[in-house]
């Protein structure tokens, strides 16, 4: 396969047509961020408002639709669970049972509908769980967990652990993420899974799952039989003192766990619980746009940006119970919406440009996995899948910022579109946050399709890298998820300006050339890209 590094001097001819205007974005981030849209929870009544508008807007800026049916639509069957008020989990540990309500104490999250009601089942520390089997690094292994409840930390082994133990140091690795862990629990045979709360190990604070808010989860209907009857975040505060009856700290069993050959062992103690979801069937919706290319219609580049945010929800200290997700994640689609502008309205790309809107990002990035399960075009001939997922809205800045670095070719071209704006490319500050994991590129990288995921930076223009972080930090503190990530008239969205505009030239690069843009050597998926490698010859 040609590679698009093989041609930097036809890359250097194209010119950075189409322009990007932070005024538009600006104007679709109030209006889909407002009220009016109800927080665009996915299944709710603002979700058919978001979908029109986004709808209504790659119309306007001149794209067919390609979803389902010759519609813009790709319709998505969910089964909706609700954990409703009142649920408890009871641990008793060498002293008298200790209630930890849901909400202020633990994230509860029965598995299947209806009442979950589990007694005295016993509990097991089972580390970091089995973040890597393959290396000898699976706390399960020879252990029999079933009908137990395992409880486990947040993040890697050599998070925190001061040397590489072979796990990307700060750096989070797939099999650190909390659902790679219950996978791996539940093939044991376990009934429950607890996590114990740090926010550095998980880089948001416990008010994200717990206080007022009732996140909803989703699952694709039908829901399908597991052993893992609830899954659960424990707050730290709740659980520590707990363990310290049994005689354990978290610094002591994060000692014994960090370790190949560490393996699960009993607590003593038991686990009960009582809890009920409600389930209700929901369709939602993927919105899908094309522009066809003027030769290789057949080839893709694709840009994505989830439009849901977390609807309505328990209401914060002020009442509100809107979670209008301004920034995440009416900011990137309203980048997507304003790329797609420039690309209509200027010279058609060679390839075709696929702009899709998600669905159910928030629940676990189902509707960008059910489009990689069900592509509307072939991800074999899908060169380049850029992600516009920022996280806060920034002033100009001198830099941006690349999620998941050393993966794919497409980060050379990201240097070059930067350079063409005055901007360098750094990585990201905090990689022990899992982004690369955490956003609707990643199941395209799962397929094999080389992606690009990167944000507006934070060194920026006035007040340089230390203005910047103290947006980021009040935002990751105050509003990720919450009432507050809503319009500001005062953003600029000058930063935003700078982040779509290097999307936008990235992808008019890939688009344009007939190479196909390849993994870089060592990353995990270049494998499954060889093997449908006939398909671009």
């Known amino acids: 396969m040609r590679s698009l590094f093989l041609a930097p001097a036809l890359l250097l001819t194209l010119t950075a047509a189409g322009p990007i205007d932070p005024a538009r974005i600006k104007a679709d981030v109030r209006t889909l961020s407002s009220d009016a849209f109800e927080g665009r929870g996915p299944g709710e009544p603002g979700e058919q408002k978001a979908i029109a508008y986004i709808a209504r807007q790659m119309a306007a800026a001149g794209l067919q639709p390609a979803g389902e049916n010759g519609g813009w639509y790709q319709s998505i069957p969910f089964v909706r669970l609700d954990t409703l008020p009142g649920g408890r989990l009871t641990i008793a540990m060498r002293g008298s049972p200790a209630v930890l309500r849901d909400g202020p104490d633990l994230d509860i999250n029965p598995t299947t509908p209806g009442r979950t009601k589990l007694d005295h089942l016993p509990l097991v520390f089972a580390g970091w769980g089995a973040p890597d089997p393959a290396r000898g690094w699976d706390a399960f292994q020879g252990v029999d967990v079933r009908g137990k409840v395992v409880v486990m930390l947040a993040n890697d082994p050599d998070f925190e652990g001061g040397r590489d133990l072979g796990f ?62 609830f899954s659960g975040i424990v707050r730290g505060g709740a659980i520590l003192p707990l363990l310290a009856r049994a005689g354990f700290t978290l610094p002591a069993l994060k000692q014994r766990a960090r370790s190949a050959s560490f393996r699960a062992f009993a607590l003593p103690g038991t686990v009960s619980v009582d809890a009920t979801n409600r389930a209700t069937n929901v369709i939602s919706h993927n919105v899908v746009g094309i522009l066809r290319g003027a030769a290789r219609s057949d080839e893709t580049v694709l840009y994505g940006a989830h439009w849901d945010a977390n609807g309505h929800n328990g209401p914060d200290a002020r009442g509100d119970s809107i979670r209008n997700g301004a920034i995440d994640n009416a900011t990137g689609t309203s980048e997507m919406l304003e790329v797609a502008r420039a690309f209509a309205h200027g010279p058609r790309p060679q390839r075709s440009v696929v702009f899709a809107a998600w669905t159910a990002e928030e629940k676990g990035l189902l509707g960008s996995e059910w489009f990689a399960q069900h592509p509307v075009v072939p991800l074999a001939k899908m060169a380049a899948v850029i992600n516009l997922d920022p996280h806060v809205a920034l002033p100009a800045a001198r830099n941006l910022e690349l999620i998941g670095p050393g993966q794919s070719e497409l980060e050379g071209l990201l240097v070059q579109a930067a350079r063409e704006q005055g901007l360098r490319v750094d990585p990201e500050p905090s990689p022990e946050a899992g982004w690369y994991f955490r ?67 990235v992808g008019q690069m890939v688009a344009n050339s007939a190479g196909w843009p390849g993994w870089l050597p060592g990353a995990v998926y270049a494998a499954t890209r060889q093997e449908s490698a006939a398909d671009r010859r």
């Open 168 to 229: 990307g140091g700060r750096a989070l690795t797939f099999g650190g993420r909390g659902g790679t862990k219950a996978v791996a629990a539940a093939k044991a045979g376990a009934a429950g899974v607890l996590f114990i709360h740090e926010e550095a190990a998980y880089s948001w604070p416990y008010s994200q799952v717990g206080g007022s808010i009732r996140v909803p989860s989703f699952s694709y209907a039908p829901l399908k039989p597991t052993s893992l009857k």
């Open 439 to 505: 956003s609707d590129h990643f199941p395209f990288a799962q397929r094999g399709v080389p992606v690009l995921a990167f944000r507006g930076g934070r060194d920026l223009k006035v007040g340089g890298l230390a203005a910047g972080q103290r947006i980021v930090g009040a935002y990751n503190q105050r509003c990720y998820h919450q009432p507050c990530d809503q319009f500001d008239p005062r953003w600029t969205f000058a930063g935003s300006a700078q982040e779509a505009l290097a999307a936008y030239r």
